[in-house]
């Protein structure tokens, strides 16, 4: 990792949240143009076998939290515009608390173009 990675690490900043969802429930996270990179992680007791979360992006169900996983992680560098996109989290099977964290960025550096971060970080 080079100083310039660090320093726009420096302009990521979180937004935390969590919430609980009773079996059938579901709660939505906006889409963001700031956002790059989101969280999905099931807190609090182990999900139960018969339970699951299900993550759908845009009306698309993408992946799925089950038993033994705790945590989904989508960022722009693996996953390109993906965490950008509205989510929908679901619970079906179980009442489950679900920790969100979203990171975002200042829309002036997103759509900087490389000379500008070298003229910024020389």
């Known amino acids: 990792m080079c100083i310039?990675?660090?320093?726009a690490g420096r302009l990521i900043r979180t937004t935390r949240r969590q919430v609980t969802l009773?079996?059938?429930?579901?709660?939505s996270v906006l889409a963001n143009r700031q956002r790059v990179g989101i969280t999905i992680a099931q807190a609090g007791?182990?999900?139960a076998d018969a339970?699951?979360?299900?993550?759908?992006?845009g009306g698309v169900s993408i992946d799925a939290l089950r038993a033994n996983e705790?945590?989904?992680h989508?960022?722009?560098?693996?996953?390109g515009?993906?965490?950008?996109?509205?989510?929908?989290?679901s619970v079906t099977g179980a009442t489950l608390i679900i920790g969100i964290v979203e990171y975002t960025m200042p829309e002036s550096y997103l759509n900087a173009m490389?000379?500008?971060f070298s003229r910024l970080y020389r």
Do not use: N
């Not at 310039?4 to 320093?7: A, E, H, K, P, V």
């Not at 009773?22 to 709660?27: E, H, I, R, V, W």
């Open 45 to 47: 007791a182990k999900i």
């Open 114 to 116: 490389l000379g500008e």
């Open 70 to 72: 705790g945590t989904k």
């Open 22 to 27: 009773l079996t059938g429930q579901s709660t």
């Open 81 to 89: 515009e993906l965490p950008t996109l509205d989510f929908v989290i």
């Open 74 to 79: 989508y960022s722009m560098l693996t996953h």
């Open 51 to 57: 339970a699951s979360v299900t993550i759908t992006v």
């Open 4 to 7: 310039g990675d660090w320093r």
